[in-house]
Nanobody, 114 residues
Framework: QVQLVESGGGLVQAGGSLRLSCAAS????????MAWYRQAPGKQRELVAR???????NYANSVKGRFTISRDNGKNSVHLQMNSLKPEDTAVYYC????????WGQGTQVTVSS
């Protein structure tokens, strides 16, 4: 059974940094597209960053230059380094994986205070 478990969320002041991690079990992440999505209260879930099996990355315009997605195939995990955080980054962040099906983590709350 495939499971994705996020960690690393929390409360941080504007301008601060957080590093989110997503640990996968039941499959090897190295072969799959992985991504981070987020959903703020009252808003639709949106793509934040995506990384292909080959390491190619895509970012939402709102986070380019501030966030970095990476994968650690040895630890079967993917990370999201978030720098220069803004109050508008406040959301629940979800890990996502595409293999033979789409899988979601349970989400981790990120709150950025002004």
């Amino acid at each position: 059974q495939v499971q994705l478990v996020e960690s690393g969320g929390g409360l941080v002041q504007a301008g601060g940094s957080l590093r989110l991690s997503c640990a996968a079990s039941g499959t090897a992440t190295s072969s799959h597209v992985m991504a981070w999505y987020r959903q703020a209260p009252g808003k639709q879930r949106e793509l934040v960053a995506r990384i292909s099996s080959g390491g190619g990355t895509n970012y939402a315009n709102s986070v380019k230059g501030r966030f970095t997605i990476s994968r650690d195939n040895g630890k079967n995990s993917v990370h999201l380094q978030m720098n220069s955080l803004k109050p508008e980054d406040t959301a629940v962040y979800y890990c996502w994986m595409l293999s033979t099906a789409v899988y979601w983590g349970q989400g981790t709350q990120v709150t950025v205070s002004s």
